[in-house]
Protein backbone atom coordinates (compact mmCIF):
# COMPACT_ATOMS: atom_id res chain seq x y z
CA UNK A 1 0.00 0.00 0.00
CA UNK A 2 2.81 2.29 0.78
CA UNK A 3 4.69 1.52 -2.20
CA UNK A 4 1.46 2.23 -4.32
CA UNK A 5 0.64 5.35 -2.69
CA UNK A 6 4.61 6.44 -3.34
CA UNK A 7 4.54 5.18 -6.88
CA UNK A 8 1.35 7.22 -7.70
CA UNK A 9 2.74 10.62 -6.04
CA UNK A 10 5.90 10.36 -8.03
CA UNK A 11 3.91 9.68 -11.09
CA UNK A 12 1.70 12.44 -10.30
CA UNK A 13 4.80 15.26 -9.78
CA UNK A 14 6.62 13.99 -12.72
CA UNK A 15 3.99 14.55 -14.60
CA UNK A 16 3.28 17.83 -13.55
CA UNK A 17 6.80 19.04 -14.18
CA UNK A 18 6.58 17.83 -17.49
CA UNK A 19 3.28 19.65 -17.99
CA UNK A 20 4.62 23.05 -17.13
CA UNK A 21 7.83 22.47 -18.76
CA UNK A 22 5.74 22.89 -21.79
CA UNK A 23 3.64 26.10 -20.39
CA UNK A 24 0.44 25.40 -21.18
CA UNK A 25 -1.91 28.12 -22.08
CA UNK A 26 -5.11 28.76 -20.82
CA UNK A 27 -7.71 27.21 -23.43
CA UNK A 28 -10.99 27.52 -21.89
CA UNK A 29 -11.47 31.74 -23.37
CA UNK A 30 -10.93 29.94 -26.69
CA UNK A 31 -13.41 27.37 -26.36
CA UNK A 32 -15.96 29.57 -25.10
CA UNK A 33 -15.55 31.75 -27.48
CA UNK A 34 -18.56 32.99 -30.07
CA UNK A 35 -16.89 31.40 -33.27
CA UNK A 36 -16.70 27.64 -31.30
CA UNK A 37 -20.39 27.82 -29.25
CA UNK A 38 -23.21 25.80 -31.03
CA UNK A 39 -26.43 26.10 -30.24
CA UNK A 40 -28.31 23.04 -29.25
CA UNK A 41 -32.35 23.14 -28.74
CA UNK A 42 -32.12 22.68 -25.09
CA UNK A 43 -30.36 26.35 -24.77
CA UNK A 44 -27.21 25.23 -23.53
CA UNK A 45 -24.22 25.78 -25.13
CA UNK A 46 -21.48 23.81 -25.34
CA UNK A 47 -17.85 24.19 -26.66
CA UNK A 48 -16.65 22.38 -30.30
CA UNK A 49 -13.90 22.85 -32.29
CA UNK A 50 -14.30 23.60 -36.27
CA UNK A 51 -11.68 22.19 -38.50
CA UNK A 52 -11.01 24.29 -41.56
CA UNK A 53 -9.06 22.75 -44.11
CA UNK A 54 -7.11 24.88 -46.91
CA UNK A 55 -4.10 24.28 -48.78
CA UNK A 56 -3.26 27.95 -49.45
CA UNK A 57 -0.48 29.94 -47.13
CA UNK A 58 -0.11 33.79 -46.38
CA UNK A 59 2.60 34.04 -49.25
CA UNK A 60 -0.47 32.99 -51.74
CA UNK A 61 -3.50 34.29 -50.58
CA UNK A 62 -3.12 38.00 -51.61
CA UNK A 63 -2.27 36.28 -55.24
CA UNK A 64 -5.18 33.96 -54.85
CA UNK A 65 -7.47 36.96 -53.73
CA UNK A 66 -6.43 39.17 -57.11
CA UNK A 67 -6.70 36.62 -59.32
CA UNK A 68 -9.83 35.72 -58.19
CA UNK A 69 -10.71 39.24 -58.05
CA UNK A 70 -9.38 40.26 -61.79
CA UNK A 71 -11.96 36.82 -62.85
CA UNK A 72 -15.14 38.79 -61.39
CA UNK A 73 -14.40 41.87 -62.78
CA UNK A 74 -13.43 40.45 -66.32
CA UNK A 75 -17.11 38.52 -66.30
CA UNK A 76 -18.88 42.02 -64.97
CA UNK A 77 -17.13 44.14 -67.36
CA UNK A 78 -17.88 41.90 -70.48
CA UNK A 79 -21.29 40.56 -69.05
CA UNK A 80 -20.83 37.77 -70.99
CA UNK A 81 -22.66 34.51 -68.92
CA UNK A 82 -20.46 32.10 -66.96
CA UNK A 83 -20.57 29.75 -69.56
CA UNK A 84 -18.65 31.86 -72.39
CA UNK A 85 -16.64 33.81 -69.21
CA UNK A 86 -14.70 30.62 -68.07
CA UNK A 87 -13.51 29.31 -71.44
CA UNK A 88 -12.92 32.94 -71.92
CA UNK A 89 -10.48 33.38 -68.91
CA UNK A 90 -8.42 29.96 -69.89
CA UNK A 91 -7.65 31.75 -73.63
CA UNK A 92 -6.81 34.81 -71.79
CA UNK A 93 -4.52 32.57 -69.60
CA UNK A 94 -2.67 30.62 -72.11
CA UNK A 95 -2.09 33.57 -74.64
CA UNK A 96 -0.90 36.21 -72.55
CA UNK A 97 0.92 34.09 -69.94
CA UNK A 98 2.27 30.69 -71.12
CA UNK A 99 2.44 31.77 -75.25
CA UNK A 100 5.25 33.86 -74.86
CA UNK A 101 7.19 30.74 -72.98
CA UNK A 102 6.29 28.43 -75.07
CA UNK A 103 7.06 29.94 -77.98
CA UNK A 104 11.07 30.71 -76.46
CA UNK A 105 11.40 27.15 -75.42
CA UNK A 106 10.40 25.72 -79.02
CA UNK A 107 12.87 27.83 -80.72
CA UNK A 108 15.15 27.45 -78.21
CA UNK A 109 14.89 23.56 -78.79
CA UNK A 110 15.10 24.63 -82.87
CA UNK A 111 18.36 26.16 -82.01
CA UNK A 112 19.45 22.78 -80.49
CA UNK A 113 18.47 20.79 -83.11
CA UNK A 114 19.78 22.80 -85.95
CA UNK A 115 22.86 22.12 -83.75
CA UNK A 116 23.23 18.42 -84.12
CA UNK A 117 24.96 17.86 -87.54
CA UNK A 118 28.23 19.66 -85.84
CA UNK A 119 28.25 17.72 -83.05
CA UNK A 120 27.58 14.58 -84.77
CA UNK A 121 30.73 15.82 -87.03
CA UNK A 122 32.73 16.73 -83.34
CA UNK A 123 31.94 13.20 -82.49
CA UNK A 124 33.85 11.80 -85.30
CA UNK A 125 36.68 13.71 -85.14
CA UNK A 126 36.91 12.64 -81.52
CA UNK A 127 37.04 8.92 -82.36
CA UNK A 128 40.18 9.25 -84.54
CA UNK A 129 41.43 11.41 -81.95
CA UNK A 130 41.05 9.23 -79.60
CA UNK A 131 41.85 6.31 -81.45
CA UNK A 132 45.75 8.05 -82.15
CA UNK A 133 46.78 9.08 -78.99
CA UNK A 134 49.76 7.15 -77.54
CA UNK A 135 51.27 7.97 -74.15
CA UNK A 136 53.53 10.39 -74.35
CA UNK A 137 57.38 9.67 -73.90
CA UNK A 138 58.28 12.79 -71.10
CA UNK A 139 55.12 11.32 -68.64
CA UNK A 140 55.35 7.48 -68.52
CA UNK A 141 57.70 4.58 -68.51
CA UNK A 142 59.95 3.33 -70.59
CA UNK A 143 57.68 0.25 -71.35
CA UNK A 144 54.61 2.14 -72.12
CA UNK A 145 55.83 4.09 -74.86
CA UNK A 146 53.92 3.84 -77.88
CA UNK A 147 51.25 2.01 -76.13
CA UNK A 148 47.59 3.82 -76.91
CA UNK A 149 46.08 5.10 -73.87
CA UNK A 150 42.56 4.47 -74.45
CA UNK A 151 43.92 0.60 -75.63
CA UNK A 152 39.98 -1.00 -74.44
CA UNK A 153 36.84 -0.49 -76.28
CA UNK A 154 35.00 0.72 -72.90
CA UNK A 155 37.58 2.91 -72.11
CA UNK A 156 37.61 4.28 -75.91
CA UNK A 157 33.94 4.84 -75.89
CA UNK A 158 34.01 6.60 -72.51
CA UNK A 159 36.46 9.12 -73.59
CA UNK A 160 35.18 9.86 -76.94
CA UNK A 161 31.76 10.45 -75.35
CA UNK A 162 32.96 12.48 -72.29
CA UNK A 163 34.45 15.10 -75.01
CA UNK A 164 31.73 15.01 -76.97
CA UNK A 165 29.40 16.06 -74.06
CA UNK A 166 31.60 18.65 -73.43
CA UNK A 167 31.79 20.20 -77.03
CA UNK A 168 28.08 19.67 -76.97
CA UNK A 169 27.91 21.66 -73.73
CA UNK A 170 30.32 24.61 -75.35
CA UNK A 171 28.30 24.96 -78.21
CA UNK A 172 25.15 24.97 -76.69
CA UNK A 173 26.44 28.44 -74.22
CA UNK A 174 28.04 29.68 -76.94
CA UNK A 175 24.63 29.93 -78.98
CA UNK A 176 22.11 30.66 -75.63
CA UNK A 177 20.61 27.59 -75.85
CA UNK A 178 22.05 25.83 -72.61
CA UNK A 179 19.83 22.65 -70.80
CA UNK A 180 18.59 24.77 -68.12
CA UNK A 181 16.55 26.89 -70.12
CA UNK A 182 14.13 24.45 -71.43
CA UNK A 183 12.64 24.75 -67.31
CA UNK A 184 11.14 27.98 -68.98
CA UNK A 185 8.47 25.91 -70.29
CA UNK A 186 6.86 24.95 -67.39
CA UNK A 187 6.19 27.96 -65.83
CA UNK A 188 2.46 26.93 -67.27
CA UNK A 189 2.20 24.26 -64.47
CA UNK A 190 2.00 26.84 -62.18
CA UNK A 191 0.35 28.62 -63.78
CA UNK A 192 -2.55 26.44 -64.19
CA UNK A 193 -2.68 25.32 -60.80
CA UNK A 194 -3.23 28.94 -59.62
CA UNK A 195 -5.87 29.85 -62.17
CA UNK A 196 -7.69 26.23 -61.95
CA UNK A 197 -8.11 27.15 -57.61
CA UNK A 198 -8.90 30.99 -58.79
CA UNK A 199 -11.68 29.29 -60.55
CA UNK A 200 -12.80 27.26 -57.28
CA UNK A 201 -12.88 30.38 -55.41
CA UNK A 202 -14.81 32.55 -57.85
CA UNK A 203 -17.78 29.42 -57.03
CA UNK A 204 -16.80 30.13 -53.18
CA UNK A 205 -14.58 27.26 -52.59
CA UNK A 206 -11.44 27.73 -51.20
CA UNK A 207 -8.24 26.27 -52.36
CA UNK A 208 -8.72 22.68 -53.12
CA UNK A 209 -10.97 22.17 -50.48
CA UNK A 210 -13.83 24.09 -48.62
CA UNK A 211 -12.22 27.09 -46.37
CA UNK A 212 -14.94 26.54 -43.76
CA UNK A 213 -16.23 24.49 -41.33
CA UNK A 214 -17.92 21.28 -42.77
CA UNK A 215 -19.83 20.01 -39.50
CA UNK A 216 -21.24 23.65 -39.02
CA UNK A 217 -22.27 24.02 -42.36
CA UNK A 218 -24.51 20.52 -42.20
CA UNK A 219 -25.62 21.74 -39.54
CA UNK A 220 -26.79 25.03 -40.81
CA UNK A 221 -28.17 23.00 -44.45
CA UNK A 222 -30.15 20.47 -41.63
CA UNK A 223 -31.48 23.38 -39.92
CA UNK A 224 -32.39 25.31 -43.26
CA UNK A 225 -33.14 22.03 -45.14
CA UNK A 226 -31.09 22.80 -47.76
CA UNK A 227 -30.02 20.26 -49.99
CA UNK A 228 -26.92 18.68 -49.58
CA UNK A 229 -23.77 19.26 -51.39
CA UNK A 230 -22.51 17.68 -54.56
CA UNK A 231 -19.20 17.29 -56.05
CA UNK A 232 -17.30 19.03 -53.04
CA UNK A 233 -19.12 22.69 -53.99
CA UNK A 234 -21.42 23.73 -50.66
CA UNK A 235 -25.09 24.61 -51.41
CA UNK A 236 -26.92 27.93 -52.02
CA UNK A 237 -26.36 30.21 -48.88
CA UNK A 238 -28.30 32.43 -47.23
CA UNK A 239 -27.45 35.77 -46.50
CA UNK A 240 -27.50 37.62 -43.30
CA UNK A 241 -26.36 41.04 -42.96
CA UNK A 242 -24.41 41.12 -46.34
CA UNK A 243 -22.67 38.19 -45.30
CA UNK A 244 -23.62 34.74 -45.71
CA UNK A 245 -23.84 31.98 -43.21
CA UNK A 246 -20.58 30.54 -43.65
CA UNK A 247 -19.01 33.66 -44.50
CA UNK A 248 -19.07 34.64 -48.34
CA UNK A 249 -19.40 37.80 -49.42
CA UNK A 250 -21.84 39.23 -51.59
CA UNK A 251 -20.33 39.45 -54.44
CA UNK A 252 -19.58 35.43 -54.32
CA UNK A 253 -22.95 34.81 -53.39
CA UNK A 254 -24.17 36.51 -56.90
CA UNK A 255 -21.58 34.36 -58.68
CA UNK A 256 -22.66 31.22 -57.37
CA UNK A 257 -26.23 32.03 -58.06
CA UNK A 258 -25.53 33.04 -62.01
CA UNK A 259 -23.68 29.74 -62.05
CA UNK A 260 -26.30 27.52 -60.74
CA UNK A 261 -28.48 28.21 -63.63
CA UNK A 262 -26.01 29.82 -66.58
CA UNK A 263 -25.19 26.20 -67.81
CA UNK A 264 -26.58 24.06 -70.72
CA UNK A 265 -30.07 23.42 -71.28
CA UNK A 266 -30.39 19.87 -71.40
CA UNK A 267 -26.84 19.07 -70.79
CA UNK A 268 -25.56 20.89 -66.99
CA UNK A 269 -27.58 23.24 -66.15
CA UNK A 270 -25.69 24.48 -62.90
CA UNK A 271 -22.06 25.01 -63.50
CA UNK A 272 -21.16 24.16 -59.52
CA UNK A 273 -22.03 20.68 -59.96
CA UNK A 274 -20.79 17.68 -61.83
CA UNK A 275 -22.26 16.80 -65.44
CA UNK A 276 -24.65 14.25 -65.12
CA UNK A 277 -24.10 12.58 -68.41
CA UNK A 278 -19.81 12.44 -67.90
CA UNK A 279 -19.14 14.15 -70.52
CA UNK A 280 -16.76 16.84 -70.02
CA UNK A 281 -14.69 13.78 -67.87
CA UNK A 282 -14.19 11.90 -70.67
CA UNK A 283 -13.70 15.40 -72.83
CA UNK A 284 -11.03 16.34 -70.59
CA UNK A 285 -8.95 12.68 -70.38
CA UNK A 286 -9.54 12.54 -74.29
CA UNK A 287 -7.99 16.28 -74.21
CA UNK A 288 -4.66 15.11 -72.67
CA UNK A 289 -4.38 11.94 -74.20
CA UNK A 290 -4.30 13.47 -77.59
CA UNK A 291 -1.98 16.08 -76.36
CA UNK A 292 0.15 13.56 -75.29
CA UNK A 293 -0.04 11.51 -78.63
CA UNK A 294 0.37 14.55 -80.69
CA UNK A 295 3.66 15.52 -79.02
CA UNK A 296 5.01 11.87 -79.45
CA UNK A 297 4.12 11.55 -83.32
CA UNK A 298 5.98 15.39 -83.65
CA UNK A 299 9.14 13.96 -82.08
CA UNK A 300 12.00 13.00 -84.68
CA UNK A 301 12.53 9.84 -83.38
CA UNK A 302 10.96 7.13 -80.83
CA UNK A 303 11.51 7.75 -77.09
CA UNK A 304 14.01 6.10 -75.29
CA UNK A 305 15.00 5.41 -71.82
CA UNK A 306 13.57 8.54 -69.48
CA UNK A 307 11.51 10.01 -72.02
CA UNK A 308 9.67 6.47 -72.81
CA UNK A 309 8.68 6.16 -68.86
CA UNK A 310 8.03 9.77 -68.79
CA UNK A 311 5.29 9.17 -72.21
CA UNK A 312 3.98 6.21 -70.20
CA UNK A 313 3.40 8.00 -67.25
CA UNK A 314 1.50 11.12 -69.45
CA UNK A 315 -0.61 8.73 -71.16
CA UNK A 316 -1.85 6.58 -68.05
CA UNK A 317 -2.34 9.92 -66.08
CA UNK A 318 -4.29 10.87 -69.10
CA UNK A 319 -6.58 7.97 -68.85
CA UNK A 320 -7.32 8.12 -64.62
CA UNK A 321 -8.51 11.38 -65.40
CA UNK A 322 -11.88 10.65 -66.24
CA UNK A 323 -12.77 8.72 -63.35
CA UNK A 324 -10.77 11.09 -61.15
CA UNK A 325 -12.78 14.31 -62.34
CA UNK A 326 -16.52 12.94 -62.61
CA UNK A 327 -17.27 14.81 -59.26
CA UNK A 328 -15.62 17.78 -60.76
CA UNK A 329 -17.53 20.58 -60.72
CA UNK A 330 -18.49 21.32 -64.71
CA UNK A 331 -17.31 25.15 -64.30
CA UNK A 332 -13.66 23.34 -63.59
CA UNK A 333 -13.70 21.45 -66.68
CA UNK A 334 -14.56 24.18 -68.85
CA UNK A 335 -11.71 25.64 -67.99
CA UNK A 336 -9.19 22.51 -68.51
CA UNK A 337 -10.99 21.22 -71.56
CA UNK A 338 -10.24 24.57 -72.93
CA UNK A 339 -6.95 25.26 -71.36
CA UNK A 340 -6.06 21.84 -73.10
CA UNK A 341 -7.37 22.08 -76.37
CA UNK A 342 -5.64 25.85 -76.88
CA UNK A 343 -2.09 23.70 -75.97
CA UNK A 344 -2.80 21.10 -78.79
CA UNK A 345 -3.97 24.03 -81.61
CA UNK A 346 -0.87 25.96 -80.18
CA UNK A 347 1.93 23.13 -80.73
CA UNK A 348 0.39 21.84 -84.08
CA UNK A 349 0.29 25.62 -85.54
CA UNK A 350 4.21 26.24 -83.79
CA UNK A 351 4.94 23.03 -85.59
CA UNK A 352 3.85 23.81 -89.16
CA UNK A 353 5.12 27.67 -88.49
CA UNK A 354 8.36 27.07 -86.75
CA UNK A 355 9.33 23.14 -87.87
CA UNK A 356 12.00 21.69 -87.17
CA UNK A 357 15.47 21.43 -89.15
CA UNK A 358 15.17 18.27 -92.36
CA UNK A 359 18.06 16.48 -91.37
CA UNK A 360 20.57 16.21 -93.64
CA UNK A 361 20.28 13.16 -96.61
CA UNK A 362 23.27 11.12 -96.67
CA UNK A 363 26.01 11.32 -99.76
CA UNK A 364 24.97 8.89 -102.38
CA UNK A 365 28.12 7.06 -104.02
CA UNK A 366 30.27 9.06 -106.45
CA UNK A 367 30.29 7.46 -109.62
CA UNK A 368 32.30 8.58 -112.28
CA UNK A 369 30.55 9.76 -116.28
CA UNK A 370 32.06 7.61 -118.44
CA UNK A 371 30.56 4.88 -116.42
CA UNK A 372 27.43 6.61 -115.96
CA UNK A 373 27.06 6.90 -119.57
CA UNK A 374 28.14 3.25 -120.27
CA UNK A 375 25.70 2.55 -118.03
CA UNK A 376 22.88 4.52 -119.50
CA UNK A 377 23.86 2.97 -123.31
CA UNK A 378 23.23 -0.72 -121.53
CA UNK A 379 20.19 -0.38 -119.89
CA UNK A 380 18.94 1.22 -123.73
CA UNK A 381 20.15 -1.64 -125.34
Given at each position: ?46 P ?56 Y?H ?9 S ?67 V ?8 V ?27 M ?73 A ?7 P ?18 F ?59
Open positions: MLRSTTLTSFTTTTLSRHLGHHHIRPFTPFLLSPANLTAIPNGNRNTFTSRRSFTTPTIEPLLSTTTSLITTFQSTTTLPWLLTIPLVALTVRTCITLPFTISKRTLKQLSLPIIHAWSFIYRRKVAKEVYPLSTKPQELIGRKIFDTPEKWTKEVLKRTKAKRVELYRRFGCQYWKGFGLIQIPVWLASVSVRRVTGVGGWEAPIDISRRARESASSLPVEVGGVPPPLIQENGMSTSGIDEITAKVREEMQTGGMDGWFVDLLQPDPYMILPILFSLTLFTNVMSTARASKETGWRKGLRNALMGISLAAPLTIGSPAVLLLYWITSGTYSLIQNTVLHKVLPPPKSVAPVGEKVPSWLKKEKTEGSSK
